[in-house]
């Protein structure tokens, strides 16, 4: 990535990681996905994503469905050929999403997040809400590259990983609003999330770092205008009894919003190592730096990094544009959250409850 799209990246993730609304004001806080726009498109491309989202009603011929929406064909991470329109779209509420399995910074991040909004719907996913990650790398991204992606994020059923060829992956970010023109580095794709209701013809754009809560609200209740109701002995999961931001300084507030889609502080290893206990096992001037550069400390071959990613099975940990007062206040938190600081549990990759603390 050439120097000053990644400078970029950065900022922009740093912007997100600042900000304190959630829920509201995302519209903004997106456009910043958008590296290498001029603000003049940008502002053409926000009023049609505004437009996309606003006009909801199936009354005015369903202008977001069939039509639309290619019938084009795409690859299942099982090797199962489906349709786009036909398949995955038609009559369901979905959430959509671009990724790449050898992306190294927005998309482990970006799936931890989702698994959050996926372990919030509980047994709906897959029911009557669809989640679906396509691939922008078809070379690389094999229907078996994307079921190992898959098995390294414990993805249940419900969410597929899709391929297709790149003028079909192309094709499919337009209609939804997401394509990048020209991308030199995949990325820089745009990392947002869409979520729609085919049936209503209503769909929505959002950060990935929303409010898992809030994009959980959205799929189960918000976009399921006059469709039937849920059953009443589905199971919910907890997404009403997700925890309230009210009181959380600025450290559990990143910790929260960053870092719970891939670690906890004394509930087992996830994605990420348990962090109950970080702070006595390693240096202080080593964690700061790794929260801050995970990357760097990579490619500069520091040898606890290299020792930890090996036994991370390469799943790198995303940099996030934090700075060292942040990364200081993590710390603090999770110092202050740690049931105690003991030697830390057995890996164990369920991520079955990741906002249940
Ligand atoms: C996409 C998942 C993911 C996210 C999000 C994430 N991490 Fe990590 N983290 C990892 C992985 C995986 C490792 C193990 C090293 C590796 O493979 O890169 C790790 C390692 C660590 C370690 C070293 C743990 C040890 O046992 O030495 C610390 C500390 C840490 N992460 C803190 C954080 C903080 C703080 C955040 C939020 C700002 C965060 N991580 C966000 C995946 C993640």
Same mark, same amino acid.
């Given at each position: 990535?050439?120097?000053?799209?990644?400078?970029?990246?950065?900022?922009?993730?740093?912007?997100?990681?600042?900000?304190?609304?959630?829920?509201?004001?995302?519209?903004?806080?997106?456009?910043?996905?958008?590296?290498?726009?001029?603000?003049?498109?940008?502002?053409?491309?926000?009023?049609?994503?505004?437009?996309?989202?606003?006009?909801?009603?199936?009354?005015?011929?369903?202008?977001?469905?069939?039509?639309?929406?290619?019938?084009?064909?795409?690859?299942?991470?099982?090797?199962?050929?489906?349709?786009?329109?036909?398949?995955?779209?038609?009559?369901?509420?979905?959430?959509?999403?671009?990724?790449?399995?050898?992306?190294?910074?927005?998309?482990?991040?970006?799936?931890?997040?989702?698994?959050?909004?996926?372990?919030?719907?509980?047994?709906?996913?897959?029911?009557?809400?669809?989640?679906?990650?396509?691939?922008?790398?078809?070379?690389?991204?094999?229907?078996? !590259?994307? /079921?190992?992606? *898959? #098995?390294?994020? $414990?993805? &249940? =059923?419900?969410?597929?990983?899709?391929?297709?060829?790149?003028?079909?992956?192309?094709?499919?970010?337009?209609?939804?609003?997401?394509?990048?023109?020209?991308?030199?580095?995949?990325?820089?794709?745009?990392?947002?999330?869409?979520?729609?209701?085919?049936?209503?013809?209503?769909?929505?754009?959002?950060?990935?770092?929303?409010?898992?809560?809030?994009?959980?609200?959205?799929?189960?209740?918000?976009?399921?205008?006059?469709?039937?109701?849920?059953?009443?002995?589905?199971?919910?999961?907890?997404? !009403?009894? /997700?925890?309230? *931001? #009210?009181?959380? $300084?600025? &450290? =559990?507030?990143?910790?929260?919003?960053?870092?719970?889609?891939?670690?906890?502080?004394?509930?087992?290893?996830?994605?990420?190592?348990?962090?109950?206990?970080?702070?006595?096992?390693?240096?202080?001037?080593?964690?700061?730096?790794?929260?801050?550069?995970?990357?760097?400390?990579?490619?500069?071959?520091?040898?606890?990094?290299?020792?930890?990613?090996?036994?991370?099975?390469?799943?790198?940990?995303?940099?996030?544009?934090?700075?060292?007062?942040?990364?200081?206040?993590?710390?603090?938190?999770?110092?202050?959250?740690?049931?105690?600081?003991?030697?830390?549990?057995?890996?164990?990759?369920?991520?079955?409850?990741?906002?249940?603390?």
């Amino acid at each position: 990535m050439d120097a000053s799209a990644w400078a970029e990246r950065i900022v922009a993730v740093k912007r997100l990681g600042r900000s304190e609304g959630w829920g509201q004001g995302n519209r903004q806080r997106e456009a910043r996905f958008f590296p290498g726009m001029g603000w003049k498109s940008l502002c053409i491309l926000v009023a049609f994503i505004l437009s996309l989202a606003g006009v909801s009603s199936a009354e005015k011929g369903k202008p977001w469905g069939e039509g639309y929406f290619p019938d084009v064909l795409l690859t299942t991470h099982e090797g199962k050929e489906v349709r786009f329109y036909q398949d995955l779209l038609k009559d369901k509420v979905v959430a959509i999403n671009f990724m790449f399995t050898s992306c190294e910074n927005v998309c482990p991040a970006e799936t931890a997040r989702l698994s959050q909004v996926v372990s919030l719907l509980g047994d709906r996913v897959g029911e009557d809400i669809h989640f679906y990650s396509i691939s922008i790398d078809p070379e690389v991204d094999t229907p078996e !590259a994307l /079921a190992r992606y *898959r #098995e390294r994020f $414990d993805v &249940g =059923e419900g969410w597929t990983f899709l391929t297709a060829s790149r003028e079909t992956s192309d094709l499919i970010q337009r209609k939804l609003g997401l394509l990048v023109e020209q991308l030199d580095d995949p990325n820089d794709h745009n990392a947002s999330l869409v979520l729609g209701s085919e049936a209503n013809s209503r769909w929505i754009r959002r950060s990935p770092y929303d409010n898992p809560k809030s994009l959980a609200h959205l799929l189960a209740e918000s976009l399921q205008n006059g469709r039937k109701a849920p059953r009443a002995n589905r199971n919910l999961a907890s997404y !009403a009894d /997700a925890p309230s *931001r #009210e009181n959380w $300084d600025k &450290g =559990e507030r990143i910790y929260r919003s960053r870092c719970a889609a891939c670690h906890t502080i004394g509930e087992g290893n996830r994605v990420g190592p348990d962090l109950a206990g970080v702070t006595q096992r390693r240096e202080r001037e080593w964690l700061v730096r790794w929260i801050v550069e995970p990357d760097l400390m990579i490619s500069e071959k520091d040898p606890e990094a290299l020792e930890l990613l090996k036994a991370w099975d390469d799943i790198r940990m995303p940099n996030f544009g934090l700075n060292q007062a942040e990364a200081e206040a993590i710390l603090g938190f999770i110092e202050r959250s740690a049931p105690s600081p003991s030697t830390g549990p057995e890996r164990s990759l369920s991520m079955r409850d990741p906002v249940g603390h």
